[in-house]
């Protein structure tokens, strides 16, 4: 582990947590990485330093709340900013670190784009734990849930015009497509498409 920022994760700076290590290509598990950065081997996002901030400073509620801070997106960017270059992923040249993108991204975001729902088309997908979108679905009048807690999916949200939004989340065995409104009130499946 990187004695600089020891318990970091070493790509976006998140308290590195038994529940939350990243993968090795053999499965074992990366004392370096968060889930959400490195997945089997791989980085789960080939993103610059900036677009990393960027993304993190999405969080900072969550970072205040931990810290007992108050800061703004901007101002956690920018203290992201200063931060993030003395991690290991942003320190050390890139023949050294893990590969910069993960082999099956690319194929979920084909396989996603192809299904050929109305408004849907991503560029992306991020990984996300289960426990994070796991929200319940009314299925013939019961309430369903289809994610285990503790996995890990790629994943993305996409705004439709109507202010509601689009859900997607997949693994190796399904692809799933919800759509809801705010806080993901109102959901229901759109798709499933087992792989």
Not at 5 to 31: F, I, R, V, W, Y
Not at 71 to 99: D, G, H, M, N, V
Not at 137 to 155: P, S
Request: aromatic letters at 10%.
């Amino acid at each position: 582990m990187n004695t600089n920022h020891p318990h970091l994760c070493q790509s976006c700076g998140m308290p590195l947590t038994d529940d939350c290590l990243g993968t090795n290509a053999d499965g074992s598990k990366n004392e370096d990485y968060c889930v959400y950065c490195l997945l089997d081997g791989a980085f789960t996002a080939d993103v610059t330093i900036e677009e990393m901030a960027h993304y993190c400073a999405m969080y900072v509620e969550e970072y205040n709340k931990h810290t007992g801070q108050s800061l703004t997106c901007c101002e956690y960017e920018q203290q992201l900013l200063q931060f993030l270059p003395t991690l290991k992923r942003w320190s050390t040249p890139a023949a050294e670190i893990p590969a910069a993108v993960h082999p099956m991204k690319r194929v979920f975001i084909d396989e996603v784009n192809a299904l050929g729902i109305a408004d849907l088309h991503i560029d992306n997908l991020y990984v996300l734990k289960g426990s994070f979108i796991n929200q319940p679905y009314d299925i013939n009048g019961n309430e369903v849930r289809f994610f285990d807690d503790n996995a890990t999916y790629w994943c993305n949200q996409i705004r439709k015009s109507d202010d509601r939004c689009y859900g997607i989340a997949c693994d190796e065995k399904f692809i799933l497509v919800s759509e809801y409104g705010l806080n993901g009130a109102d959901a229901h499946v759109v798709m499933m498409k087992w792989r």
